[in-house]
Each structure stands twice: as structure tokens, then as C-alpha cells.
């Protein structure tokens, strides 16, 4: 229940009231985030989602019988995220740590999306009946990856909009497989 609400409702306002009305093709939440009255509140939301990812993920992995590997990769992309929402990202100042900032928020996403699909393929594997069931999730992950990189194209950049999008997409998708799986919406193979 806590985590549904933190899905469905915190994350995404949070997110949304974070951003701003700053432009959200022409900017993104790294440079929202360097902004001094902004750099606690960027700390702040890369935990939370990173924390969420972290515990939810590895419930989700719990219903794979050896799940090391997306393990390594969940794990890594959190420490990932914590390193790119503690370093600051000021080019013009500390150009290194600026670009260590973006290697790592870039990194962890994709290792995020990796985990997840990894994640996502080996359920599917566990049945028939989890194949069939996990088919929208699949597919859902190719429209996320597929909408992002429309939204870089669009906007030339990795921009607000396209960050609001995968963190929102992809908690959601997150959370309603782990309750699903939770609930036993699913049969486990006989």
C-alpha cells in the first residue's frame, strides 16, 4: 500500500512540482538540480526514486529462483544514481565532476532499463501462463526506450520532458508488476 501510494502519487508529483516551469525541452532536472535553492531537493528525489527502485526491484527479483545478475545490475544503478545526485553538475566551474555526473545519471538509467528487462524476460520465462501475462510489461518497456529516445530526438537534448517521463513510465510499470506478482495475479509452474 505504501509503495503504490509512492508510485502512483509522490514520485510523480514530486517529479512534476520539482521540474517546474522550467522549459522542459530546452532544460533537464541536472541542471534544475545545480541551482543552489534546488540542489537539496535534487538530492532528495534521486534518493526517493532510487530507494523505491531498490526495494521494489528487489522484491520483484525475489520471484526469480536465481536473479545475481539483475541484482548486479539494480545495485549498480543505484550507486550509480547516488553518485550523479551527489555530484554537482556546474560545466562551467567543475567540468570533470559535471561530466561524471552525466556518465553516471546516464549510466544508471540504462542500467535501470537493463534490470528491467532482464527482469521482465527471465519471468516470463518462469510459465506459459507468466509469459502471456508479462507480455503488455514487455511491450510497455519497448514503448518507454521507443518515447525517450522520440523526446532526446525532438528535443536535441536529455531533456525534462523526457526525464519526467522514464522515472513516471517506469515506476508505475515497476510497481503494478510487483503487485501483480504479489498478489499472485499470476501462477507460479507447477
Known amino acids: 500500500m505504501v509503495s503504490s501510494f509512492i508510485a502512483y502519487c509522490v514520485i510523480p508529483a514530486y517529479t ?3 521540474a517546474g516551469r ?14 543552489p535553492e534546488r540542489q537539496a531537493g535534487f538530492f532528495f528525489l534521486g534518493l526517493l526514486v532510487g530507494i523505491y527502485y531498490l526495494v521494489i526491484l528487489r522484491r520483484l527479483l525475489s520471484f526469480l ?21 551527489s555530484t554537482p553538475y ?27 528487462w532482464r527482469a521482465f524476460w527471465r519471468l516470463s520465462c518462469l510459465s506459459e501462463e507468466a509469459l502471456e501475462f508479462l507480455r503488455p510489461y514487455r511491450a510497455s ?11 532526446l530526438f525532438i528535443a536535441g537534448i536529455i531533456s525534462t520532458a523526457m ?5 513516471i513510465t517506469t515506476t508505475v510499470l515497476v510497481q503494478k508488476a510487483y503487485t501483480h506478482f504479489k498478489m499472485g495475479s ?5
Open 16 to 18: 512534476i512540482i520539482f
Open 22 to 35: 522550467s522549459g522542459w525541452f530546452t532544460s533537464n532536472l541536472s541542471v534544475i538540480g545545480s541551482w
Open 65 to 85: 529462483p536465481r536473479h545475481r545478475p539483475e541484482t548486479i545490475l539494480l545495485h549498480s544503478a543505484f550507486a550509480l544514481l547516488v553518485l550523479a545526485v
Open 90 to 116: 556546474l560545466p562551467e566551474t567543475v567540468p570533470i565532476q559535471a561530466f561524471l555526473h552525466v556518465v553516471s545519471a546516464f549510466s544508471a538509467s540504462v542500467l535501470l532499463i537493463l534490470c528491467l
Open 141 to 151: 518497456m519497448a514503448v518507454i526506450v521507443g518515447v525517450c529516445a522520440a523526446l
Open 163 to 167: 526525464e519526467i517521463y522514464f522515472l
Open 186 to 190: 499470476w501462477s507460479q509452474p507447477v
